[in-house]
């Protein structure tokens, strides 16, 4: 049976897309095109508006270039709003999170057993599944923190955790078949531990995982500023490359009193010592960030606020996302919402802001030699502070480089 996962979102999403792939594969399922697949499962976000439209759309796609196609929906979107994935055409099934890795559920008992149980060459974890070179290994799921504007917390429930052995344990496994990067991910990655039976820390995760012996490097995924501690920063800033200097750290607004709307626990200046912090212990660092435009409420002066932050700061990348309302969340009950015009507006200021800031990160490293892992057929390399460069033809997917930086786009394999 051929099969297909369509995965929007997060990076928490493309971890559990790839453990059902591996699922999948073990059992004998054969990896395909949506439009040649006998199953299709997408696997939604719903963050956002645009999230669910894209989720949507995809679905439609599916059923009108393979109408044989049976469609599972699963992920957020699907468990927040069943019946509204379940109305589209050629769905068959609507999965819950927290069920997403079960195969009795995704396929159906009778599917499922029809997969077999057998392992072989097809079951193998390989660099390169699912198309990616690194693994993304999810740690934790589920939000405890009360975003005003956010309904994780409602589609994922609470914070829950994997115990640290069983964490290690599957990144040595992941680091024995062949992968070399592993990003370490969560919902509230921040949060690790702190629901275990023997509570434990992310910085605790991570100086376990820095000890495995295995040719991996760790990347850690978004973390919340008030959850970046500065013993994590020392941590990356002296593990010898074990850790990639590289953090995404969702700042969500430039104004205070935005945050304080967004109940958001820290403030700008918070934020902007964390990143004086990272700048002075790793220079070379890529620091990335999310911001919402448009909030319920936002005046010029907030905005402008905001602008003026990512304008300055040194960022190496910005994710732009104009607000949009979900169902049942403190913020969709605000009223003084921002007019469409206005929000899309500064969207693009923020967005050309932004872009400035990405360039100059970029241009500072030119000249430079970073270390990197290759990527598709070689030629692309993304080095350890995150950029994404073009190198000549002559190495294989999934090696190690060191890479001269000649330009913003390209570079060339030092000696």
Do not use: W
């Not at 997408?42 to 599916?62: E, K, Y």
């Not at 949060?191 to 992310?202: E, W």
């Not at 626990?265 to 964390?274: E, I, Q």
Request: glycine letters at 8%.
């Amino acid at each position: 049976m051929k099969f297909s996962i369509l995965t929007f979102g997060c990076r928490v999403n493309q971890s559990d897309s790839l453990r059902l792939e591996e699922d999948l594969r073990r059992r004998g399922g054969e990896p395909s095109s949506s439009a040649d697949a006998d199953v299709v499962v997408v696997n939604t976000c719903s963050v956002t508006a645009t999230a669910d439209q894209g989720a949507r759309q995809a679905i439609r796609r599916v059923a009108r270039e393979n109408p044989a196609a049976r469609i599972v929906a699963t992920g957020c979107y699907a468990t927040r709003s069943p019946d509204e994935l379940a109305s589209l055409p050629g769905v068959v099934r609507v999965v819950r999170n927290d069920l997403k890795l079960d195969l009795d559920q995704i396929l159906g008992p009778s599917t499922a057993e029809r997969f077999g149980d057998g392992e072989g060459p097809c079951g193998e974890l390989i660099p390169g599944m699912a198309g990616r070179t690194a693994f993304t290994l999810r740690v934790q799921t589920g939000c405890d923190q009360p975003c005003s504007y956010c309904i994780i917390p409602r589609t994922r429930g609470k914070g829950r955790s994997l115990p640290p052995a069983r964490v290690v344990a599957e990144a040595t496994r992941v680091a024995a078949a062949g992968f070399k990067e592993v990003a370490i991910t969560g919902v509230h990655l921040g949060s690790y531990g702190r629901d275990l039976d023997q509570p434990s820390s992310l910085f605790d995760l991570l100086s376990a995982l820095a000890t495995i012996d295995a040719d991996v490097t760790f990347r850690i995924s978004s973390l919340e500023p008030m959850d970046c501690t500065p013993e994590i920063v020392e941590l990356v800033a002296f593990s010898g490359g074990r850790f990639a200097p590289h953090f995404h750290l969702p700042l969500q607004h430039g104004s205070d009193r935005m945050l304080r709307a967004m109940r958001r626990p820290y403030t700008v200046g918070f934020y902007d010592d964390l990143v004086a912090t990272i700048v002075d212990a790793l220079p070379h660092a890529s620091i990335g960030t999310d911001m919402i435009v448009g909030f319920p409420g936002e005046s010029d002066e907030d905005f402008a606020a905001s602008l003026n932050y990512v304008s300055r700061a040194p960022l190496s990348h910005v994710h732009v996302f104009p607000y949009s309302d979900r169902p049942g969340t403190e913020a969709s009950r605000l009223h003084d919402k921002v007019l469409g015009p206005v929000v899309r507006e500064r969207g693009a200021a923020l967005r050309r802001a932004a872009a400035r800031q990405t360039m100059l990160f970029r241009d500072a490293q030119i000249g430079s030699i970073r270390p990197g892992l290759t990527l598709e057929d070689g030629t692309l390399v993304v080095t350890d502070n995150y950029l994404k460069v073009r190198i000549p033809a002559g190495q294989a997917r999934n090696e190690r480089v060191q890479v001269r930086l000649t330009s913003v786009t390209e570079g060339v394999v030092a000696s």
